[in-house]
């Protein structure tokens, strides 16, 4: 005998009731947590482009399917994987032969050589790098890290972390001062960089990170003398294989071996090899702390799925079937930057309030407007706005990052659009920009 459903929506808060209803059911940290702004703004976008509008979606740091697809070998491997029965539970640090080709990699790329017990795989690089922050740092202690940066906010937040952030300027292309970082860093727990950067997609320099790493290991000498916690580098290299021109990317252990003790690296297949939904990431340091942070995984079952682990264990062992993927890649995504910001120089030799930092990395174009205050633009979010409507442009402030000293700077990020809508664009920001002037 079936039964009428039962409506249990009139159960539910609502209007004015839900303030009280979060307060006596919510944890203080749920409370003050935040979405994010990034992906806020980049479903308000395609909402409009779904509405039918013409717009050129700079927005999300992921990749259209019409514009770069993941290698062809993934596809097949997934496939094959999944065809074979691969549908159970991975262990909890990622299966044996991901973990091998990871440890590989490592030596075969970066001239590291790690144990098989430093390697574990989450589900992307995000649970990896919140396994980090939750077992490193206790409630109340301090994290470093520069603005504009990606998310470190948040998890702060999230582990009741004290944020210790160290501003950046366009003049060292938005990666963080030596000396401005060391002043933040006695007492922290943590260091967090990332290289190739997101938002900015500018680059760490060795003689940087050199100084940077000379100065972890002396601070934490002082501190094992004493019987202080140490200080840990979180180092974020998802990027590390998408760089432009000369440019080459630098680890901290590869620049002072002694870091090792001290580095957690993450990395993914979700921008290397365009594959942001197959949630494949891995990070390496210290065993004993990948240890525990095995255990979180064990807890919260943030691992990547077998078949995807396993297919991505078969691409890291191809080299020239990666090295063939990464060039046309890579060729794809600097060939959009190039036109990008050349487009924008030209807005700039015109007059035009507008700036932006050569391309050296990442799939990002850091890009000045200076519009607040111009034409009845109040704030930050009038020129969001503006551009949006009238220009068809979708960009994310730097605020979004954590940012709010360098007023007027946004990511441009290229993975989901061609060259063609780039073009196309360009003309469209003239005149909204002008139409303010």
């Given at each position: 005998m079936s039964r009428s459903p039962v409506d249990v929506r009139s159960f539910f808060p609502q209007g004015d009731a839900v303030a009280a209803a979060e307060a006596l059911s919510l944890s203080q940290m749920a409370r003050g947590m935040q979405g994010s702004k990034i992906l806020q703004i980049a479903y308000d976008v395609q909402a409009r482009i779904k509405e039918g509008h013409d717009v050129a979606d700079f927005t999300v740091g992921d990749f259209a399917r019409s514009e770069f697809r993941v290698p062809e070998a993934l596809v097949e491997h997934t496939s094959a994987a999944l065809r074979d029965g691969h549908t159970n539970y991975p262990p909890a640090d990622g299966v044996p032969e991901l973990r091998r080709a990871i440890v590989a990699q490592a030596e075969r790329e970066l001239g590291l050589k790690y144990p098989l017990e430093s390697v574990v795989v989450g589900s992307g690089a995000r649970?990896?790098?919140?396994?980090?922050?939750?077992?490193?740092?206790?409630a109340g202690e301090k994290v470093v890290y520069p603005a504009p940066s990606w998310n470190n906010k948040n998890f702060c937040h999230q582990v009741g972390a004290v944020s210790a952030v160290v501003p950046t300027t366009p003049g060292s292309n938005f990666m963080p001062d030596v000396q401005a970082l060391e002043a933040a860093l006695p007492g922290a727990r943590l260091l967090v960089l990332?290289?190739?950067?997101?938002?900015?997609g500018t680059m760490i320099r060795e003689a940087q990170m050199r100084e940077i790493g000379e100065y972890i290991v002396a601070d934490n000498a002082g501190r094992k003398a004493r019987g202080e916690r140490l200080l840990y580098l979180v180092y974020d290299q998802v990027y590390r294989n998408l760089t432009f021109g000369d440019l080459q990317h630098v680890t901290p252990v590869g620049v002072v071996p002694e870091m090792a003790e001290y580095t957690i690296f993450v990395d993914a297949i979700s921008k290397c090899f365009a594959a942001t939904g197959l949630r494949v990431g891995w990070m390496y340091g210290p065993p004993h702390i990948a240890k525990q942070i095995k255990a979180l995984m064990t807890h919260v079952g943030a691992w990547a799925p077998r078949p995807e682990q396993l297919a991505t264990a078969r691409l890291l062992e191809d080299e020239p079937?990666?090295?063939t993927y990464l060039a046309h890649h890579l060729g794809g995504i600097h060939a959009r930057l190039d036109a990008l910001a050349a487009g924008l120089r030209e807005l700039q030799a015109e007059g035009l309030p507008v700036q932006c930092i050569d391309p050296e990395g990442a799939i990002y174009l850091s890009v000045k407007f200076d519009l607040e205050?111009?034409?009845g633009l109040k704030d930050e979010d009038a020129v969001r706005l503006h551009l949006l409507e009238k220009a068809g442009?979708?960009?994310?402030p730097f605020s979004a990052f954590g940012d709010n000293k360098n007023k007027g700077w946004w990511r441009f990020s290229v993975g989901a659009v061609s060259v063609a809508q780039i073009q196309a664009c360009l003309?469209?920001?003239?005149?909204?920009i002008r139409q303010v002037m």
């Open positions: 649970p990896l790098l919140y396994g980090a922050y939750r077992c490193l740092v206790d990332c290289s190739p950067g997101n938002p900015t079937a990666m090295k205050g111009k034409g442009v979708a960009v994310v003309p469209r920001l003239r005149e909204a």
